[in-house]
């Protein structure tokens, strides 16, 4: 049966729904769960231990799932399938008491939810790479999306109480498991037409390549640390301004400043000069404004700093967002594309998120604010490995990963 094409507009619109359901979840798990855990009575401990297992775990399930996914070219099942079983997850998750009966069902959840957005990241790149659409346009409806749930929440919560938060998961997930199937049939099927029978390597051939590839592993490195300098404020940002005595609101609308940049970065991203938008400029801008918003934070700077402070969030996850997805779209092989996206993730939201999390614990106990150092030391890691990145890269295709 032939496969019929999806006109532009037509994709950036699935990709664009699919994008605001997953982030209602996301919304809802990064700020809230803690506090429906601790309603639900687990330890700070307990805690802890729920929400930072899924990033170690992570560093199996997230690249296992895209390369089985990348073998058979089922991106859009595989999304389905993940989708379902999160729904499953968290409605058990809903009846679950007591710390180990919480932990064996928020972890799926938490894996399926995660594995997903690799797999739809490596769908819109098959779109933004034939030039069908672009992909910020369509990206930043996640991030208004987690925008609104997470206002939206927080009012809820106030009102209604901790309770409220599965329930708003579970609505969450299941519009994402319905808006899962409408995603167009497959990663391939954006692809310019081919033969069906043309040999190739197989997809672990070339994706144990990638990891050979100089330039690739500089990627990793560089972006993943940018990225994973993120964990102190995302831990603790929230309790160490109302420590300084800002209010819940006045918390609440730093988070909307900085991802609202987020947003303006995605919705602009087209008409930055051809420079500015080259993957390896949007890199170098993310670190080194990752470099400057982390040595600023350790100083415990007043609101009115922190104001156009925040809008560097733009940069520090926005730019380095978008410019390791333009980076990913242009110098990997198609072939890899959903594994590539898997080690990424992995790397930045697995292997430096969850061990630079476990040690914001103890440093942000013993040095409050000046726990951002640590943020500081790992941005200037990544900035490091980024340069080393823009003097490897050719700007072309790793066509041959092993020769990287």
């Given at each position: 049966?032939e496969?019929?094409?999806?006109?532009?507009k037509?994709?950036?619109?699935r990709?664009a729904?699919?994008?605001?359901?997953?982030?209602?979840v996301?919304?809802m798990?990064?700020?809230?769960?803690?506090?429906?855990?601790?309603?639900r009575?687990?330890?700070e401990g307990e805690i802890?231990f729920?929400?930072a297992?899924p990033?170690?775990?992570?560093?199996f399930t997230t690249?296992?799932?895209?390369?089985?996914?990348?073998?058979s070219?089922?991106?859009r099942?595989?999304v389905v399938?993940?989708?379902?079983?999160?729904?499953?997850a968290?409605?058990?998750?809903?009846?679950?008491?007591g710390?180990?009966?919480?932990?064996v069902?928020?972890?799926?959840?938490?894996?399926a939810?995660?594995?997903?957005?690799?797999?739809?990241?490596?769908?819109a790149?098959?779109?933004?790479?034939?030039?069908?659409?672009?992909?910020?346009?369509?990206?930043?409806?996640?991030?208004?999306s987690?925008?609104?749930?997470?206002?939206?929440?927080?009012?809820a919560v106030?009102?209604?109480?901790?309770?409220?938060i599965?329930w708003?998961l579970?609505?969450g997930?299941?519009?994402?498991?319905?808006?899962?199937?409408?995603?167009?049939?497959?990663?391939e099927?954006?692809?310019?037409?081919?033969?069906?029978r043309?040999?190739?390597?197989?997809?672990?051939?070339?994706a144990?390549?990638l990891?050979?590839?100089?330039?690739?592993?500089?990627?990793?490195?560089?972006?993943g640390?940018?990225?994973?300098?993120?964990a102190t404020f995302y831990t603790?940002?929230?309790?160490?301004w109302r420590?300084q005595?800002?209010s819940?609101?006045?918390c609440?609308v730093?988070w909307a400043?900085?991802?609202?940049?987020?947003v303006?970065?995605?919705a602009?991203?087209?008409?930055?000069g051809?420079r500015?938008?080259?993957p390896?400029?949007?890199l170098m801008?993310?670190?080194?404004?990752a470099?400057?918003?982390?040595l600023?934070?350790?100083?415990d700077?007043p609101?009115?700093?922190?104001i156009p402070?925040?809008?560097?969030h733009?940069?520090?996850?926005g730019?380095?967002?978008?410019?390791?997805?333009?980076?990913?779209?242009?110098?990997?092989?198609?072939?890899?594309a959903g594994t590539?996206?898997a080690?990424?993730?992995?790397m930045?939201a697995g292997?430096?998120m969850?061990a630079?999390?476990?040690?914001?614990g103890?440093?942000?106990?013993?040095?409050?604010?000046?726990a951002y150092?640590?943020?500081l030391?790992?941005?200037?890691a990544?900035?490091?490995?980024?340069?080393?990145l823009?003097?490897?890269w050719?700007?072309g295709?790793l066509?041959h990963p092993h020769?990287?």
């Open positions: 049966m496969r019929v094409r999806l006109q532009p037509e994709l950036a619109l990709l729904v699919f994008y605001a359901a997953l982030f209602l996301y919304g798990h990064v700020p809230y769960l803690p506090v429906w855990l601790d309603a009575g687990l330890s802890a729920v929400t297992a990033f170690f775990l992570r560093l690249p296992a799932l895209a390369l089985h996914a990348d073998h070219a089922s991106h099942r595989m399938v993940s989708s379902v079983l999160a729904l499953a968290v409605l058990l998750l809903s009846a679950a008491e710390f180990w009966w919480v932990l069902t928020a972890l799926p959840f938490a894996l939810t995660s594995g997903i957005m690799p797999l739809t990241e490596a769908m790149v098959k779109g933004a790479r034939s030039e069908a659409m672009h992909y910020g346009r369509v990206r930043l409806w996640g991030s208004l987690f925008v609104v749930m997470g206002l939206a929440g927080g009012a106030d009102r209604l109480g901790a309770s409220v599965i708003l579970i609505a997930t299941a519009m994402t498991a319905a808006a899962a199937t409408f995603l167009p049939g497959g990663a099927a954006q692809e310019p037409d081919r033969p069906s043309i040999e190739k390597p197989p997809v672990t051939s070339e144990l390549g990891l050979r590839s100089r330039v690739f592993l500089f990627f990793l490195v560089g972006a640390a940018v990225q994973g300098a993120h603790f940002g929230a309790l160490h420590s005595g800002l819940a609101v006045w609440g730093l400043v900085a991802v609202l940049s987020e303006c970065l995605f602009w991203a087209d008409r930055l051809a500015l938008k080259e390896a400029s949007l801008w993310g670190a080194g404004a470099v400057l918003r982390w600023v934070m350790a100083f700077p609101l009115a700093v922190l402070l925040q809008t560097l733009g940069l520090t996850y730019a380095s967002h978008l410019g390791a997805i333009l980076f990913l779209g242009r110098a990997v092989p198609p072939a890899v590539a996206q080690l990424y993730a992995t930045a292997i430096v969850g630079a999390t476990l040690s914001a103890p440093l942000y106990e013993r040095f409050q604010g000046r150092l640590a943020a030391a790992l941005a200037s990544g900035l490091v490995a980024l340069l080393l823009v003097r490897s050719d700007g295709t066509s020769r990287g």
